[in-house]
T-cell receptor, first 108, second 117 residues
C-alpha cells in the first residue's frame, strides 16, 4: 500500500462544477503540499498546510491530521484548471512522498 | 525573477556515458532536491540537501550522485546512465524543510526529459 493515496485518479467535470480531490496518507506528518502540474509539464506549488484550511482564489485546501486526510476543492471550475493535481507529505527527515496524482479535465 | 533553472530541458544519451543535469536557484533557499517522474509511479525523490555539503538519499538514489558545494547549485550526476533512468527529472528548492510546519513551499524547475538508449 502506498504511503500516500489520491482519489480519484481521473476526474472529468463540466465548467462551473465544484471539484474535490482527496489525499489520504498512512504516516505521521507535519506538513502536506498540494501541487499542480500543467499540461506542459511544469509544477507549481498551490498550498502547504499543517492544519485547518487555506484558501487562494477559487482553491481551498483542508487537512485533518487525526484522520490523516486532506482535500483540495476547486469552486466554479474552469477549463484552465485542467491539470494533474499532486499531494505530497513530509515523511522522515526532510523527505517527501508523493501521491500518483489526479488528472482533472474541465470541459467548457 | 525568482526561479529554479534546470539544464538541459531535453537530453538523449547512450548507456554508460556520464552526464550532469544542472540545477540553480536564485532565492537563497536552503533546501534543494531532485525527483524523477515516471508514468504510473508519480514523483519520487532521488536526493535532497538541507544545506551546503549536506545531502541525503531519497527513495530512489541508486545510480545517481549529487553535490552541494554552493548554496545555489545542486547538480544531478549520472556516472553510468542506463535505460531504466529514462525519465522526466525535476529539481526543486524551498526556504526551509518542506516537512516542517513553517511555510516552505516548493519551487520547481521546468524539468529535464532524459532518454538513455
Amino acid at each position: 500500500k502506498n504511503e500516500v493515496e489520491q482519489s480519484p485518479q481521473n476526474l472529468t467535470a463540466q465548467e462551473g462544477e465544484f471539484i474535490t480531490i482527496n489525499c489520504s496518507y498512512s504516516v505521521g506528518i507535519s506538513a502536506l503540499h498540494w501541487l499542480q502540474q500543467h499540461p506542459g509539464g511544469g509544477i507549481v506549488s498551490l498550498f502547504m498546510l499543517s492544519s485547518g484550511k487555506k484558501k487562494h482564489g477559487r482553491l481551498i485546501a483542508t487537512i485533518n491530521i487525526q484522520e490523516k486526510h486532506s482535500s483540495l476543492h476547486i469552486t466554479a471550475s474552469h477549463p484552465r484548471d485542467s491539470a494533474v493535481y499532486i499531494c505530497a507529505v513530509g515523511t522522515s527527515g526532510s523527505r517527501l512522498t508523493f501521491g500518483e496524482g489526479t488528472q482533472l479535465t474541465v470541459n467548457p | 525573477e525568482a526561479q529554479v533553472t534546470q539544464n538541459p530541458r531535453y537530453l538523449i544519451t547512450v548507456t554508460g556515458k556520464k552526464l550532469t543535469v544542472t540545477c540553480s536557484q536564485n532565492m537563497n533557499h536552503e533546501y534543494m532536491s531532485w525527483y524523477r517522474q515516471d508514468p504510473g509511479l508519480g514523483l519520487r525523490q532521488i536526493y535532497y540537501s538541507m544545506n551546503v555539503e549536506v545531502t541525503d538519499k531519497g527513495d530512489v538514489p541508486e545510480g545517481y550522485k549529487v553535490s552541494r558545494k554552493e548554496k545555489r547549485n545542486f547538480p544531478l550526476i549520472l556516472e553510468s546512465p542506463s535505460p531504466n533512468q529514462t525519465s522526466l527529472y525535476f529539481c526543486a528548492s524551498s526556504f526551509g524543510n518542506p516537512r516542517s510546519s513553517y511555510n516552505s513551499p516548493l519551487h520547481f524547475g521546468n524539468g529535464t526529459r532524459l532518454t538513455v538508449t
